[in-house]
Structure formats: structure tokens, C-alpha cells
């Protein structure tokens, strides 16, 4: 059975930064891609960053290419989501997915200004 459980989300103050973890049990992610996505209150969820582990390709979305990254850890099958110079806009519940086809619980991110 795959499961992916998000942690790291919390309050934080704009400008401030934070990195949320995603592990998943029952396959193997160097074999995958993984993304994260996010969901606003009232708005669909959206795509914000990927990566073909073993291409080691990443892509991001516009709206947060240059503050986000997916630094790679020691954690065994565990992807990151490192964020920078959050605002309210970051504002959302993030989810990992493993090829879209697994999906965690999520976790809620909420930025004051």
C-alpha cells in the first residue's frame, strides 16, 4: 500500500521561509516523479514543482520559480519542498504526489503579512 504523509507546514510571517517534507511508504520514489501542488481556499489546486528523480529533471511553477527548490536530503524516501520569501499568496494546503496517481493528506501553509 503507497501512502504519503506532508509535514513541516505551519504559520509563519511573510518574508519568512519554510521546508515541508513528504515521505512515502510502499515504492520506491527513486523510480518516480514526484510533484507538490497547493490549494487555496476557494481556488483549484495548481501545480508549484516536480521532480523525474531519476532524471534528477525539476520544473517549476512560474509563480514560484526562484523561491522554492527541492533539495535533495538523506532521508530515505522523502522529498523536500524548501520555500523562500513566502507571502500571503503562498497562502494553501500543499500536497505530494507520487505521478499523480498517490496523493498525501496535505499540509496547511499559512503566511501573515
Known amino acids: 500500500q503507497v501512502q504519503l504523509v506532508e509535514t513541516g507546514g505551519g504559520l509563519v510571517e511573510a518574508g519568512e521561509s519554510l521546508r515541508l517534507s513528504c515521505v512515502v511508504a510502499?515504492?520506491?520514489?527513486?523510480?518516480?516523479?514526484l510533484a507538490w501542488f497547493r490549494q487555496a481556499p476557494g481556488k483549484e489546486r495548481e501545480f508549484v514543482a516536480a521532480?523525474?528523480?531519476?532524471?534528477?529533471?525539476?520544473s517549476y511553477a512560474d509563480s514560484v520559480k526562484g523561491r522554492v527548490t527541492l533539495p535533495r536530503g538523506n532521508a530515505k524516501n522523502t522529498v523536500y519542498l524548501q520555500m523562500n520569501s513566502l507571502s500571503p499568496e503562498d497562502t494553501a494546503v500543499y500536497y505530494c504526489?507520487?505521478?499523480?496517481?498517490?496523493w498525501g493528506q496535505g499540509t496547511q501553509v499559512t503566511v501573515s503579512s
Open positions: 510502499g515504492q520506491d520514489i527513486t523510480s518516480n516523479n
Open positions: 504526489t507520487l505521478s499523480r496517481h498517490y
Open positions: 521532480i523525474g528523480w531519476a532524471a534528477a529533471i525539476t
